[in-house]
């Protein structure tokens, strides 16, 4: 019995420890690097924001720059996202925008169908329906970006819910924070689950 608890001790450290290398792999990776900055200040302007006017304009911006049209399901590059791309390319670039504001992101994965407790493999389902977006935390409260249409209001996950982006998740709606996934496939590199948030 004791051994049996030794492992099941082991296991759960090990586990413990591998969830936070990938987290903080990922948080490096969504950091925005010089040269990212370089090139969002060159198709956008100026990316310092502080209030949610700041950000509705910005994101308003970025949504009208970066038409929508499918780039690639493999690693997101910034430099090929700019000008075009899906809800999971604005997506990046945004929570990269705000982070470089130090203001905190949490991915948020919707998905349309399945169960409300959902098992790892179903967001790994590419029949699957979903959206990729994220909250960020402004003045104390979390809201959710936008990422297929412009905004025009700062919007908590429950009244985001209620009117629905896209359309096509309109109906029972689950979601999973501090994970992003882009219809069963991770962003980068494409096999390691992207779970993160910063602070």
């Given at each position: 019995?004791?051994e049996?608890?030794k492992?099941i001790?082991?296991f759960?450290i090990?586990t413990c420890i591998?969830l936070s290398?990938i ?7 969504v950091?925005?690097?010089?040269h ?5 200040e060159?198709?956008?302007g100026?990316?310092?924001v502080?209030?949610k006017?700041?950000?509705i304009?910005l994101?308003n911006?970025i949504f ?7 780039v690639s399901d493999?690693?997101?590059k ?7 791309g899906?809800?999971?390319d ?7 925008i ?9 991915p948020?994965?919707l998905?349309?169908?399945g169960?409300?407790d959902?098992?790892?493999d179903l ?20 809201y ?6 412009k905004?025009?209001k700062?919007?908590t ?18 979601y999973i924070?501090f994970?992003?996934n882009r ?17």
């Amino acid at each position: 019995m004791k051994e049996f608890v030794k492992k099941i001790a082991l296991f759960t450290i090990c586990t413990c420890i591998f969830l936070s290398g990938i987290i903080e792999y990922n948080v490096q990776n969504v950091i925005p690097t010089k040269h990212e900055i370089e090139l969002l200040e060159s198709a956008y302007g100026s990316l310092s924001v502080s209030n949610k006017k700041d950000i509705i304009e910005l994101q308003n911006k970025i949504f009208s720059t970066c038409k929508t049209e499918y780039v690639s399901d493999g690693e997101i590059k910034i430099e090929k996202v700019l000008y075009r791309g899906l809800c999971y390319d604005r997506s990046l670039i945004l929570q990269k925008i705000l982070i470089l504001n130090d203001i905190p992101i949490r991915p948020l994965y919707l998905y349309f169908g399945g169960s409300t407790d959902t098992p790892l493999d179903l967001i790994l389902d590419k029949r699957l329906c979903s959206h990729s977006t994220f909250e960020f935390k402004l003045e104390g409260k979390w809201y959710v970006m936008y990422t297929n249409r412009k905004m025009n209001k700062m919007e908590t996950i429950n009244a985001y819910l209620k009117q629905i982006d896209p359309p096509f998740l309109s109906g029972k709606t689950n979601y999973i924070r501090f994970v992003s996934n882009r219809n069963g496939r991770f962003i980068s590199p494409c096999g390691l689950p992207d779970i993160y948030f910063t602070k």
